[in-house]
């Protein structure tokens, strides 16, 4: 358990610190906003699928 302790209260105080440079933090938002909207499209283009189908289905 201690050791535990010991790991937890290295991981915290290495939290706290800065290990990015603003340049490269706004170009890792940047990707992972690139990476949301691509899965809100692949969601929509699914959803649209679907609705096609149920088109089919119903026609």
């Known amino acids: 358990m201690s050791s535990h302790a010991l790991t937890w209260t290295l991981l915290h105080r290495r939290s706290s610190r800065a290990f990015f440079l603003a340049r490269s933090t706004q170009h890792v ?6 990476r949301e909207l691509a899965r809100a499209l692949v969601a929509l283009g699914g959803l649209a699928a679907w609705a096609g189908v149920c088109l089919l289905l119903a026609g």
């Open 29 to 34: 938002r940047s990707l992972t906003l690139a």
